[in-house]
């Protein structure tokens, strides 16, 4: 047997940051680009554009330093926000693990 679970983070029951979120933040600022790290993870442009709008808009601050057009098109980089954020979901997605596993293995 296995133990799986998932965590999200939530603002007036609405889910706003998870594992998918992060790793769009994540390829994000590795690509450089939205656009890219959506197509990435074979999502819409715009389905991720509502994810980063809505993230930003409940926690009232910006994610992501966005740059419109250009000749190479916009691009987009984290903010100290958003790599803040990723830091503290990371620190506590491990600490739920940790805990997690150590249930776990009392219980089985």
């Given at each position: 047997?296995k133990?799986?679970?998932?965590?999200?983070?939530?603002?007036?029951?609405?889910?706003i940051?998870?594992?998918?979120?992060?790793?769009?933040?994540?390829?994000?600022?590795?690509?450089?680009?939205?656009?890219?790290?959506?197509?990435?993870?074979?999502?819409?442009?715009?389905?991720?554009?509502?994810?980063?709008?809505?993230?930003?808009?409940?926690?009232?601050?910006?994610?992501?330093?966005?740059?419109?057009?250009?000749?190479?098109?916009?691009?987009?980089?984290?903010?100290?926000?958003?790599?803040?954020?990723?830091?503290?979901?990371?620190?506590?997605e491990?600490?739920?693990?940790?805990?997690?596993?150590?249930?776990?293995?009392?219980?089985?």
């Amino acid at each position: 047997m296995k133990i799986h679970w998932r965590i999200w983070l939530t603002k007036d029951e609405i889910k706003i940051f998870g594992k998918g979120p992060r790793e769009l933040l994540q390829r994000t600022e590795k690509m450089g680009s939205l656009r890219k790290a959506a197509i990435s993870m074979n999502m819409s442009y715009s389905k991720a554009w509502n994810l980063i709008s809505n993230l930003e808009k409940a926690l009232d601050t910006r994610i992501l330093d966005k740059t419109i057009g250009g000749l190479d098109g916009g691009s987009s980089t984290l903010t100290e926000e958003g790599k803040r954020l990723i830091s503290k979901y990371d620190e506590l997605e491990k600490r739920i693990e940790e805990a997690v596993f150590k249930i776990y293995e009392e219980i089985f």
